[in-house]
């Protein structure tokens, strides 16, 4: 029976924040003064958007959990008012390359790229009704496409500044340099020689703060979203179980590999009560496993995304069947069904056709295979490609992960610790739990 109540995840290793790009100084301050965010501004246009993914390793978040395009669009669909925030599902280009979804894919709204002001109602009108976009600007395109490259969750958010029935003046893209700062000469030159300049400008300004306003609330909103609401079928949440009996660091390392091979944004360490595989419950009792894991898996190195750890399988009583850790994970948000990869040893996976309802299971979740020793890659691939075969499963051959192998022997582990000595890889944490409690027969063979 699965409990209706699970206690919540503790996380041991949050993820690196999101970060905002601005393509223009003035949207960079706005969002300062009403977001929470880092922040920093790429410059006008697709080419600028470029330059800052390829200088990522000057970026103030390293491996940020999602990136943000943030500023201000012109809007093409006359019910957008100006002034609106609007969050981006899809990325478009005016030379009709297919589009790119924008991290939220889920929403209507779209953004068609042009690769200069679009100014007039006219053009607006007619660059709606060839793409059917909600706004236009100069970079989503180009962000949506560097972000997919990248693997990085993304998101556009838009402030419309003029609507689809406003016209902006003329010549405003050379009153930005390449840096989106404003050119104050050339401003000052251009009112000189067209007076009637200052007043159109003065009429755009505050629609554009209330629209990088709205926007700003909006991109910071995004950051709400825990790491799991962020996992998807491309960025999976990876679920890693077993006995961890004792956790070791290699477990953690191939946790830290296994994400980042997958690109996921959380992984979910989650001791089992009882493997209904093995013969004994194991020898450590829950409390104790738990803190060996706490210690153990806090250890994976920042900017890895966030790594939880759930007791949801030791406080449900009976055997710890995945097919029901895995239903109440998807009952609790549906959108993760399809969206969870197991991560599993080469040893274990060949049991598959006895795990409890595993069909079901796996219409719920994919594995996430690692090589264990003595097993090799060959022999994996080869055992999943006659599984694949034999059970109607054409892709068990890509469940196999491109990660290192994992040679590790918890039974070799507790009869060292059982000869009283300490095996290399325990966690300074974990090792005091083994000491403290006696745990494996600590020092009973010596």
């Given at each position: 029976?699965?409990?209706?109540?699970?206690?919540?995840?503790?996380?041991?290793?949050?993820?690196?924040?999101?970060?905002?790009?601005?393509?223009?100084?003035?949207?960079?301050?706005?969002?300062?003064?009403?977001?929470?965010?880092?922040?920093?501004?790429?410059?006008?246009?697709?080419?600028?958007?470029?330059?800052?993914?390829?200088?990522?390793?000057?970026?103030?978040?390293?491996?940020?959990?999602?990136?943000?395009?943030?500023?201000?669009?012109?809007?093409?669909?006359?019910?957008?008012?100006?002034?609106?925030?609007?969050?981006?599902?899809?990325?478009?280009?005016?030379?009709?390359?297919?589009?790119?979804?924008?991290?939220?894919?889920?929403?209507?709204?779209?953004?068609?790229?042009?690769?200069?002001?679009?100014?007039?109602?006219?053009?607006?009108?007619?660059?709606?009704?060839?793409?059917?976009?909600?706004?236009?600007?100069?970079?989503?395109?180009a962000f949506a496409s560097c972000a997919h490259s990248a693997g990085l969750p993304r998101a556009i958010v838009r402030g419309v500044s003029d609507g689809a029935r406003d016209t902006l003046p003329e010549g405003l893209d050379g009153l930005i340099d390449a840096r989106g700062e404003t050119r104050l000469s050339r401003v000052i030159a251009s009112i000189l020689r067209?007076?009637?300049?200052?007043?159109?400008?003065?009429?755009?300004?505050?629609?554009?703060?209330?629209?990088?306003?709205?926007?700003?609330?909006?991109?910071?909103?995004?950051?709400?979203?825990?790491?799991?609401?962020?996992?998807?079928?491309?960025?999976?949440?990876?679920?890693?179980?077993?006995?961890?009996?004792?956790?070791?660091?290699?477990?953690?390392?191939?946790?830290?590999?296994?994400?980042?091979?997958?690109?996921?944004?959380?992984?979910?360490?989650?001791?089992?009560?009882?493997?209904?595989?093995?013969?004994?419950?194991?020898?450590?009792?829950?409390?104790?496993?738990?803190?060996?894991?706490?210690?153990?898996?806090?250890?994976?190195?920042?900017?890895?995304?966030?790594v939880r750890l759930s007791r949801r399988e030791l406080d449900r009583a009976g055997p710890s069947y995945t097919i029901d850790t895995i239903e109440a994970l998807c009952a609790a948000r549906p959108a993760l069904r399809g969206a969870i990869r197991m991560l599993v040893g080469s040893d274990a996976i060949r049991s598959i056709e006895r795990w409890h309802r595993w069909?079901?299971?796996?219409?719920?979740?994919?594995?996430?295979?690692?090589?264990?020793?003595?097993?090799?890659?060959?022999?994996?691939?080869?055992?999943?490609?006659?599984?694949?075969?034999?059970?109607?499963?054409?892709?068990?051959?890509?469940?196999?992960?491109?990660?290192?192998?994992?040679?590790?022997?918890?039974?070799?582990?507790?009869?060292?610790?059982?000869?009283?000595?300490?095996?290399?890889?325990?966690?300074?944490?974990?090792?005091?739990?083994?000491?403290?409690?006696?745990?494996?027969?600590?020092?009973?063979?010596?």
């Open positions: 029976m699965v409990d209706a109540h699970p206690a919540p995840d503790e996380v041991l290793r949050h993820a690196e924040p999101p970060l905002v790009l601005c393509p223009l100084g003035f949207e960079r301050r706005a969002f300062r003064r009403f977001g929470k965010l880092p922040c920093v501004t790429t410059g006008p246009g697709a080419d600028a958007i470029r330059r800052a993914f390829a200088a990522r390793d000057r970026w103030p978040v390293a491996q940020p959990s999602m990136v943000i395009l943030l500023g201000v669009a012109g809007g093409l669909d006359p019910a957008l008012p100006s002034g609106a925030a609007v969050l981006i599902g899809r990325a478009l280009a005016d030379d009709g390359a297919p589009p790119i979804d924008s991290g939220l894919p889920f929403l209507p709204a779209s953004a068609v790229a042009t690769t200069c002001i679009v100014r007039t109602p006219e053009a607006k009108a007619a660059l709606r009704a060839a793409t059917g976009a909600s706004v236009v600007d100069l970079e989503s395109y067209r007076p009637t300049l200052l007043s159109e400008l003065v009429r755009l300004a505050p629609v554009a703060r209330a629209a990088m306003r709205d926007a700003a609330f909006a991109a910071d909103a995004l950051a709400l979203h825990d790491a799991v609401a962020r996992c998807s079928r491309e960025r999976p949440l990876l679920l890693f179980g077993g006995s961890f009996d004792p956790p070791h660091a290699r477990h953690a390392t191939v946790l830290g590999e296994a994400m980042l091979a997958l690109r996921s944004p959380c992984g979910l360490v989650m001791p089992a009560a009882i493997n209904p595989l093995k013969s004994a419950t194991p020898p450590a009792d829950p409390t104790a496993r738990l803190a060996m894991c706490r210690a153990t898996f806090a250890a994976i190195p920042a900017g890895l995304g966030e069909r079901e299971l796996l219409a719920l979740a994919t594995p996430a295979v690692v090589v264990r020793p003595p097993d090799t890659r060959a022999e994996t691939e080869a055992f999943l490609e006659d599984l694949g075969a034999r059970a109607g499963i054409p892709d068990a051959a890509r469940w196999l992960l491109e990660v290192p192998a994992v040679d590790l022997s918890s039974t070799g582990i507790r009869d060292a610790i059982a000869r009283g000595q300490r095996p290399e890889g325990l966690d300074d944490g974990a090792w005091a739990e083994i000491e403290r409690r006696g745990l494996y027969r600590f020092g009973e063979a010596r």
